[in-house]
């Protein structure tokens, strides 16, 4: 009986009715449970995170930063968080709702931004106050395991983002200060350099102040000499000025009565000016009487010559004659010089009239005047008694100053003194000055003063010092590819395993006959074999075409994973063909120990010591290596000896296979009926 035959036979059992047909069917498809499906449900879980609530509670209120800048951080930060979906953000009024909610699974998680976020900030910028900025995030084992440390990546790139664009712009405000020192040095040079001649000129002023201080000591001198005159004087001033005080006292005694003497004389002018008009006018009137009775005469003469011519006792010229005889007797007669005489009288009565009348109006004045007058020598008086305390006063005074004005002499000596050190320091300042001036621009030219260009690239160096360049020799395209390698190979034992629930390691037919134990192992190794081929290439398929897995190299990777079912289907098979039921339950037991020893999840070093022995001893964790190597398209240098070794797992299942045919040749009670069967 030949491999094949045996094989044949065992392929032709299981399909003979519908019913195996459809059980190698489904055994067929059993690795796509564990691989297709498995992989299609976690494919790319990152980019359906946004199907999960979270809560976010912006709290923060802004704060304003030292040069006047506006901060809105905690918006800001919300903002981004919002626009990137990375999670589906439910924005919460307050922290107990958000709380509540993760607690009553309303919400994956809760992420709060206190109200001192952007103060906190920017407290950097006052060193006795620099308080960090926190993101307080809530979580709730119970929603979810491994979404914990999904948000602990998230809030700790937020952390990087806004520490980095932080510290950028604190590192920018940093050099502009280096900036700003420059110029101010720069400034300082110039300043020191003005300084230096300022000095200088201070130098010369010192000079010349030396010399008018002596110049003053001169003055000084000779202002003491003056105030010593006068004070001197100022003691003769009060002397006179008592003499002064009392002579008007004793002339304001003896006026006193002045406005009443004054006040008679004017009444007796008054009288003496009425007596005197009433005189001329008497006089004035005996004038006028004479000049009448003058002119009445001469009169009466011209009527009596009319009549005495109308007469004709006299003639015309007879009647002239006698008028002139009258006229020439009246004008040189004694009525005439009687006349005369009385007219002058009459005149200087008349002046006498109007002098006393004047001296009435005088006298009268002088009456009204005299009270002003004794007022003016009452204040005369008491104001020679002020200037007589006054002076008092002035003379003090005087030798107070005269005590001063020696005091200043001393000062003025001091003063020369002083200003003569001035003058040698000020020598020495002006070399000092230049000196610091020199210095101040060597200075300026070590100090920092960066460009705006210059500011923010020193700037972005200084907020995120350290870049990571990652270069990824081999990288999967998503969740479900980095998982791809281990539910794989995992799905390919099990679909081998699956096998062995309907399948026979070794037919009794074949027990029973003449054939070679090898040839028999081998033939009942054939059909599982086959089987899991079909499986292999099937999940190769559907994981290409179906879920996109696109490895970098299709080909090897399905020969790969034909090289691993050969392996596994020979270790399965040979494992269960010698221990029978019992040994389904040791496939199980290495199935757990090779899900936890070949590094499809985590690397395989963090396991326990112990385990680290099943995975070199076991084939799984080589196959997940391969895998990995086959569809992200890393070194393939470790293919041929993973294959090698695979082919060794092969021929090690052969052996158990032919130690199982030579130990079931021999028939016993247990072989007919055994204790247990699954």
């Known amino acids: 009986m030949t491999v094949l035959r045996l094989a044949r036979s065992e392929l032709k059992r299981m399909t003979g009715g519908l019913l195996p047909k459809l059980t190698i069917l489904a055994l067929t498809m059993v690795p796509l449970l564990y691989g297709a499906v498995y992989l299609y449900a976690n494919w790319d879980p990152y980019g359906n995170l946004n199907q999960i609530d979270a809560a976010?509670?912006?709290?923060?209120?802004?704060?304003?930063?030292?040069?006047?800048?506006?901060?809105?951080?905690?918006?800001?930060?919300?903002?981004?968080?919002?626009?990137?979906?990375?999670?589906?953000?439910?924005?919460?009024?307050?922290?107990?709702?958000?709380?509540a909610g993760v607690r009553t699974g309303e919400y994956a998680f809760a992420l709060r931004i206190p109200k001192d976020f952007s103060s906190n900030l920017v407290s950097p910028g006052s060193f006795d106050a620099a308080n960090q900025a926190m993101l307080h995030v809530t979580t709730n084992d119970a929603n979810n395991y491994l979404l914990s440390t999904i948000v602990d990546k998230l809030t700790t790139a937020v952390h990087s983002t806004v520490a980095k664009e932080v510290g950028e712009e604190t590192a920018n405000q940093l050099l502009t200060g280096f900036g700003t020192i420059h110029a101010s040095i720069v400034k300082a040079a110039d300043g020191a350099t003005e300084l230096a001649t300022g000095v200088g000129k201070l130098s010369d002023g010192a000079a010349t102040l030396h010399t008018g201080t002596t110049q003053l000591v001169t003055g000084a001198d000779q202002l003491v000499a003056g105030q010593t005159q006068l004070r001197d004087g100022a003691v003769q001033l009060n002397t006179?000025?008592?003499?002064?005080?009392?002579?008007?006292?004793?002339?304001?005694?003896?006026?006193?009565?002045?406005?009443?003497?004054?006040?008679?004389?004017?009444?007796?002018?008054?009288?003496?000016?009425?007596?005197?008009?009433?005189?001329?006018?008497?006089?004035?009137?005996?004038?006028?009487?004479?000049?009448?009775?003058?002119?009445?005469?001469?009169?009466?003469?011209?009527?009596?010559?009319?009549?005495?011519?109308?007469?004709?006792?006299?003639?015309?010229?007879?009647?002239?004659?006698?008028?002139?005889?009258?006229?020439?007797?009246?004008?040189?007669?004694?009525?005439?010089?009687?006349?005369?005489?009385?007219?002058?009288?009459?005149?200087?009565?008349?002046?006498?009239?109007?002098?006393?009348?004047?001296?009435?109006?005088?006298?009268?004045?002088?009456?009204?005047?005299?009270?002003?007058?004794?007022?003016?020598?009452?204040?005369?008086?008491?104001?020679?008694?002020?200037?007589?305390?006054?002076?008092?006063?002035?003379?003090?005074?005087?030798?107070?100053?005269?005590?001063?004005?020696?005091?200043?002499?001393?000062?003025?000596?001091?003063?020369?003194?002083?200003?003569?050190?001035?003058?040698?320091?000020?020598?020495?300042?002006?070399?000092?000055?230049h000196t610091l001036a020199t210095e101040l621009a060597k200075g300026a030219g070590d100090i920092p003063n960066p460009n705006d260009e210059q500011k923010n690239s020193v700037s972005k160096v200084i907020a995120d010092p350290v870049a990571v360049d990652n270069v990824s020799q081999a990288k999967a395209g998503s969740y479900g590819a980095g998982l791809a390698p281990f539910f794989l190979t995992l799905a390919l034992w099990i679909g081998v395993f699956m096998l062995v629930q309907a399948m026979r390691p070794i037919t009794q037919r074949a027990l029973a006959s003449n054939a070679p134990a090898w040839k028999i192992a081998v033939g009942g190794w054939l059909p599982f074999f086959v089987v899991s081929v079909l499986q292999a290439?099937?999940?190769?398929?559907?994981?290409?075409?179906?879920?996109?897995?696109?490895?970098?190299?299709?080909?090897?990777?399905?020969?790969?994973?034909?090289?691993?079912?050969?392996?596994?289907?020979?270790?399965?098979?040979?494992?269960?063909?010698?221990?029978?039921?019992?040994?389904?339950?040791?496939?199980?037991?290495?199935?757990?120990?090779?899900?936890?020893?070949?590094?499809?999840?985590f690397p395989w070093q963090t396991t326990p010591m112990p385990l680290h022995v099943v995975h070199e001893v076991l084939p799984m964790g080589y196959v997940v290596t391969g895998m990995r190597h086959l569809i992200y398209g890393g070194e393939l240098s470790m293919i041929w000896p993973t294959v090698l070794g695979l082919l060794g797992y092969t021929l090690l299942g052969a052996a158990l296979s032919t130690l199982a045919v030579r130990k079931h040749k021999m028939w016993t009670l247990k072989t007919l009926k055994p204790e247990i069967a699954v």
Request: net charge negative; charged share 15%; aromatic share 2%.
């Open 56 to 99: 976010l509670v912006v709290e923060d209120t802004g704060a304003t930063s030292k040069d006047g800048t506006e901060l809105q951080a905690g918006k800001k930060v919300a903002d981004s968080l919002i626009e990137g979906h990375v999670f589906n953000w439910k924005q919460v009024s307050s922290a107990e709702d958000a709380d």
């Open 240 to 433: 006179g000025a008592g003499q002064l005080s009392s002579g008007l006292t004793e002339l304001r005694n003896k006026t006193a009565t002045l406005p009443a003497d004054s006040q008679k004389l004017a009444d007796g002018a008054a009288q003496v000016a009425a007596g005197n008009a009433e005189l001329n006018a008497k006089v004035q009137d005996v004038v006028g009487q004479l000049e009448a009775a003058d002119q009445g005469l001469r009169t009466r003469v011209v009527e009596s010559n009319a009549r005495l011519v109308a007469a004709g006792v006299l003639t015309q010229e007879q009647a002239d004659k006698v008028l002139a005889d009258f006229d020439s007797a009246a004008a040189s007669g004694p009525v005439t010089d009687a006349k005369a005489k009385i007219s002058g009288d009459a005149a200087k009565i008349q002046q006498l009239s109007d002098g006393s009348a004047a001296v009435s109006a005088g006298a009268a004045k002088l009456a009204a005047a005299t009270p002003a007058l004794t007022d003016a020598i009452s204040k005369a008086a008491d104001g020679a008694g002020q200037l007589n305390a006054g002076a008092s006063t002035l003379a003090a005074g005087q030798q107070t100053a005269l005590d001063g004005a020696a005091k200043l002499d001393d000062g003025a000596h001091q003063l020369d003194d002083g200003a003569g050190q001035l003058a040698s320091g000020a020598v020495t300042a002006s070399d000092g000055s």
């Open 537 to 601: 290439t099937i999940l190769t398929l559907v994981v290409d075409l179906g879920l996109g897995l696109n490895p970098a190299h299709p080909i090897g990777m399905w020969l790969f994973m034909l090289a691993a079912v050969m392996a596994f289907s020979a270790i399965i098979q040979g494992i269960v063909a010698l221990m029978g039921t019992p040994g389904k339950f040791v496939v199980l037991i290495l199935l757990v120990l090779q899900l936890v020893s070949s590094g499809g999840t």
